[in-house]
């Protein structure tokens, strides 16, 4: 089980690589796809090595070994050789993980019930919500149905082809549910925060996502490119009245910060506008693919290792 579990603890550090390659060479969508999978993957394997380290460690106390029926001696036999001291650790982290991911989902549990409270509450029965607040501001409100929030702000900093690019960029958020995608790997970086580089990902990846959407939509990629770059501007200074519970969750433009160089967030989506549509590199979502599986191999690879050795200490605990 050793090497297994081991290997399974260090395809975490893979986060950052799989980001870069999912955001330079694949469709916004399939990377959306490919990164959110791979969150979910890479902290569940990780943080379920850490348990089977914490396990193998336990079941070697005689005193638990007797308790769960085991035989000692064919735990000590064929057991793992694991320290005490990174058996704890493995513990405390594996603990830590726990309660991380126990309040990141309490959390965004409340956030989306308030959400989709607050979209309940909107006025009107239409997706498309206008407020009259002179701040430009734009977003989505997940719920059933979801709305599109925009402000007379936005509206009036935006031309009518603006408008219709906008729309079209909020209805692919509301349409394609991104808040899911956003959620799963916000909740793999609580489990383990070296998926971090994922989660920043995703959070792009959506916009990125929406950008194209919009740009297929109108059938001017160019305008849309103009109409972020002219929202991004008109936002710059502006104070948006939202509610706490839209400004902590659903899905925002504001909360895509990744930098992947010296340009931000905006500056790369208008420029990925300004170039022809992108595509999927086969190679590309091959190589993401296989490292996943192989994450989830060398996880069960591990698991059922220690199954086989709990199942052998307690056929022989029960036979002599």
């Known amino acids: 089980m050793r090497v297994f579990v081991y290997v399974t603890l260090i395809f975490p550090l893979t986060a950052a690589p799989l980001a870069r ?17 791979a969150a979910v993957i890479l902290a569940g394997t990780s943080c379920g090595a850490l348990g089977l380290v914490a396990i193998s460690a ?18 000590i036999a064929g057991g793992d050789s694991t320290s005490g001291v990174i058996a704890v650790a493995a513990g405390i982290l594996f ?6 991911t126990a309040t990141f989902t309490v959390t965004r549990a409340r956030t989306l019930a308030a ?16 407020t ?63 998926v971090r580089p994922l989660a920043g990902a995703v959070d792009y990846a959506v916009e990125r996502w929406a950008d194209e959407h919009a740009a297929h939509t109108i059938g001017d990629r160019r ?31 504001r909360t895509s910060g990744l ?5 931000g967030p905006v500056p790369r989506r208008v420029a990925a506008l300004l170039d022809p549509a992108p595509r999927t590199s086969l190679p590309a979502l091959a190589a993401g693919l296989a490292v996943l599986v192989l994450a989830a191999f060398c996880a069960l690879e ?10 052998l200490a307690h056929w022989y605990a029960d036979h002599h």
């Open 115 to 130: 959400a989709f409270t607050h979209a309940r509450a909107l006025p009107g029965a239409a997706s498309l919500v206008i």
């Open 21 to 37: 390659l999912a955001l330079t060479r694949l469709h916004p969508r399939h990377a959306t796809w490919l990164l959110s999978l």
């Open 259 to 263: 930098r992947l160089d010296n340009a």
């Open 223 to 253: 305008q849309v490119a103009t109409a972020i770059a002219t929202a991004a501007i008109a936002t710059k200074h502006a104070r948006p009245r939202r509610s706490p519970a839209l400004a902590l969750g659903a899905v925002v433009s």
């Open 132 to 194: 009259r607040d002179e701040s430009a501001d734009a977003y989505t409100v997940p719920g059933n149905p979801g709305r599109i929030v925009v402000s007379t702000g936005m509206l009036e900093a935006l031309d009518r082809p603006g408008r219709r690019a906008l729309l079209a960029h909020e209805h692919a958020h509301l349409d394609h549910r991104h808040y899911l995608y956003t959620t799963a790997a916000r909740l793999a970086a609580a489990a383990n925060p070296l």
């Open 95 to 100: 603990g830590a993980a726990l309660l991380l």
């Open 58 to 75: 336990l079941v070697r106390i005689p005193a638990l070994a007797h308790l769960a029926h085991l035989s000692h001696r064919v735990i």
């Open 302 to 311: 591990a698991a059922n290792d220690l199954q086989d050795l709990l199942s």
